[in-house]
């Protein structure tokens, strides 16, 4: 896959910037798509930075309940990345 299509923006919460400060690991949204070596690949080559690990969850947004029924919550991927302690990104 091409890198610009595997993450799809950062996570910016106030739990990923925590571990990024102290455990040198960023969170992203990634595509459903990319594997593990995708999501690898893509940070290390958009960001210049050395890669160490890639953790991945798929998540799924609770169901809501309207007045003409239940509706599904979508679907998404997140992928926490270790990179090297020499290495730094920044988001902002």
């Known amino acids: 896959m091409d890198p610009i299509h595997v993450i799809v923006r950062p996570l910016v919460t106030e739990k990923a910037t925590w571990a990024s400060g102290n455990y040198n690991r960023f969170s992203f949204e990634v595509s459903k798509l990319a594997s593990k070596t995708d999501i690898k690949n893509a940070v290390e080559s958009l960001y ?45």
């Open 48 to 92: 210049k930075v050395r890669v160490l690990g890639v953790a991945t969850q798929v998540r799924q947004l609770r169901n809501r309940a309207y007045s003409y029924g239940f509706v599904a919550g979508k679907t998404w991927k997140r992928a926490v990345v270790k990179i090297h302690p020499e290495d730094k990104i920044e988001l902002f």
